[in-house]
């Protein structure tokens, strides 16, 4: 099975292909991983309707996630003033077909 972490891995990856920034800036890094998170549990809502599916799910299955990245996760997914970001990496997601390989993960975003 595809586990959280290594979809938020793979997911990482992608966006850092996407996104143009720097490996070496922590913060960025964090950014980048709260906005693909934030991107796939939208998708894997539009995909799966029943699915009811949170992004606190998410981050519940995953215990070895950092308060930092959930705060950050938090913030991505509450303002709007990142929804087009969020929106940009969707597309990205679609497009690169990882959307698709990652359906494993989307059971991560559904209730317990």
Do not use: W
């Amino acid at each position: 099975m595809f586990s959280l972490r290594n979809a938020t891995l793979c997911m990482s990856l992608v966006s850092f292909g996407f996104a143009s920034s720097s490996f070496a800036n922590q913060a960025v890094d964090t950014h980048q991983v709260a906005v693909t998170l934030v991107a796939m549990g939208q998708l894997c809502n539009k995909a799966n309707p029943g699915l009811n599916g949170s992004i606190e799910n998410a981050m519940a299955s995953d215990p070895k996630m950092d308060e930092a990245t959930k705060a950050e996760v938090r913030k991505v997914s509450s303002d709007p003033a990142y929804k087009s970001e969020v929106g940009f990496m969707m597309q990205s997601l679609n497009s690169s077909g990882m959307a698709a390989m990652a359906q494993d993960m989307c059971k991560s975003y559904g209730a317990k």
